[in-house]
């Protein structure tokens, strides 16, 4: 099959690690050929986490800049931060919802409005969804679901060869089931969000 | 039941790349693993110390990567099938017993990981250890993928015993962090007893023996050909005219490249999953059926230069390029894209990149950098030091989470060279210079190399103040124990090692214990060890949040707000000590309840006491 290539992108403790894990192993689940590859280390201590799954006749493990079929950011300054990653076709898929660095805070840089962050993106691909999913995973039940409401917007996107039953059986068989209602709800939620664009 | 000892064998399942190496070592039936943690491998051994719980596996913690691979050597002369594992600039601490070992070789089979990192993703430096097998004369494996880093870790087992030298095994970070399918293979046995043979004029490397052991290590070389030319993953694939020559992950890189660019029928591609010695005939194979050579490898030159004198060796004149075609270079990792234009520029293809979007034009964005966490001991520890010692003392650091304290407001870290050497350094900063001098050096790190250090400024009568940070675990590499750990909330029966007792054992006479969240208290020790004339250690001793948090030990759970009533806008709190947790809102200075874990360090600095716990 051809090949797709996914760059997700996020801070410390948004839990995109676990997303793209979910995402290779749903791949997996249905027999499509599939690589994941992460940058552990700091992704407890504040920094950029990102990570990539690439899926049918491809080996490389990583996304070259230009090279995203989908970039998904869970946070918009690191979204826009991350563009490199992508050409004007790749479809990006970002939160709205920002995450100020510390830098900020002590007077080192300004965090730019959010609305012209989300101009300079559109300016620079020609698909975008953008969608506020910290509100989204509030609305779940659990703030820190935002993880699921980004892949259920993936997933709604169609950019994915992999059907919403297919991944929330991976949902269901590898996260806690203590969240499970919740990461359900969120990735019904975003999943929404994407496929009524 | 640990996923790892599924018994299935040929089911496929979706696993970490270091979980499939200690997968490998489980289907090669190892009985006894060690290591010192260090990123991008500490997940290898992660597995191992759950699997002990489980299985009869040994494993340990070591203090240090020698110290984990003299134990580890020893389990493996006695006979049991051994792994040790470090990253790669462990190596640089265990290479003073490896090189012996290949000597004295072993007699249970014994494979050792040295995790590289090109790009220094979490290092100090991105040296290629290909080198160290150039330089032992054991032999080297580089897998490219999750299943062959399983498949070819279970082999090296055998090979090993077979050759009864240790075996390298070489990853570099995008191989230990990739998942993928992995195959499994069954489980063999484990083999957790022996009785240790002596042998002398083998084992005891004075001079004499020494001189027999080097000539036979180099016998044994026609053996490792043979081992290196039959190898499964050492192939050519193809039988175009151009050449291209990769190792581990650029394998892949040189693959999609080469379909990509749909010239499959045009290319020969010589795959090195045994990396040295160099499969000769082979390589000669390769160069008399190409007509030019691009080698595809990351960082140094090593498979040109060798090829290069293969060529030569046999008169063969053909154009051997690596490093310098297209971007192509021995600085940080490659990408498929790079190795794409390389590819297609050496077969001549007018290939054109996707375009990248501009982001010329972005305006500056605000830096993300890694920072220490909201309710960092080491926050506060940092900051005590510097009331009392300013800016104009030297601060060596070490390595670890503390290291990150080099970054503004607190800006305290002036050297970091490797584990231990905050230590020793500053006995040479206290004789050469008149300045003060500060060593900062975490508990972990301080067992691994800080006690020989310690010792020699004693000795030596160096006069500076050592502070150890002990946080109660090793933070940066995901919260392993080490010796001065209270294991029992762990479940395990280690014997804890008391950091005060084993300073004062060292001889030193000036010795405080503070809790760095009591700020004016430490303040007052820092003080005192500031007017001490001679050297001083101060332990500075709260839990690492993250590790509380985990084992059920974090106990201030009442965050702090800023009463605006009473601030008056000094944000000395958020400038001197840039908590995560903190904010500005608007103008005023705000905390994330979320995020806060009332460590109350803020409170306590705050001139207008305007920093109050929230009412419950």
Redesign the interface.
Known sequence: MESKRFVFIGVGGQGNLLVSRLLGEAALSVDIPVVVSEIHGMAQRGGIVESAVLLGDVTSPIVSNGEADVLIGFEPLETLRALGKCNKDTLVITNISPLPPFTVSIGQGKYPPVDEVLDKIHTKVENVIALNGVELAKEAGNPLSLNMVMLGALIGSKAVPITAEAMKETISTSTKKAFLESNLKAFDLGMGVAANR | MHKLLLDAPGK?I?LLGNEAIARGALEAGVSFATCYPG??SS?IPEQFYNLSQETDLYFEYSTNEKVAMEVGASAALAGLRTMVTMKHVGVNVAADPLMILAYTGVKGGMVIITADDPSL??SQNEQDNRYYARLSGLPMLEPT??QEMKDMTALAFDLSEELKLPVLIRTT??LN?????VKLAELKPMKTKDTFAKDPLNFVTVPAVSRQLHKKLLEKNDRIMQKTENWPYNEIIGDGKWGVIANG?SF??A??AI?DLGINDQVSVLKLGFSWPMPKNLCIRFLNQVENVLVVEELEPIIETELKAIAQENGLTLSIKGKGVSRLSRLFEY????VREAVAKYVGIDYK???????SD????????????AGCPHRATLYEIKQVYGQEAIYPSDIG?YT?GFL??LKMADLVLCMGASVSTSCGFSEATNQKVVAFIGDSTFFHSGITGLVNAVHNNHKFTLVIMDNGTTAMTGHQPHPGVDSKPMGRENTQVSIEELVKGCGVKDVHVVQPFKVKKTIEAVRASYEYDGLSVIISRDFCP?FAKGIGELKRTRPFYVNLDKCKGHRVC??EL???A???DENNVSIDENMCTGCALCAQICPENAILPVKK
């Not at chain 2, 990149?353 to 982001?359: F, M, N």
């Not at chain 2, 972005?362 to 966490?373: F, N, Q, S």
């Open positions: 496929e979706f990123t991008p997940e993703f979490s993928n999750t970070t995008r962090h990739i998942r993928g399918p992950v892949n890189y693959m999609d379909s990408d498929p894209g790079m990149a996707p375009v990248v979007v501009d982001t972005l305006p500056d964005l605000p830096a993300r950098p890694p920072t220490l966490c989470c990150l503004p407001p993250l958020i400038d840039a908590c995560p903190m904010f500005l």
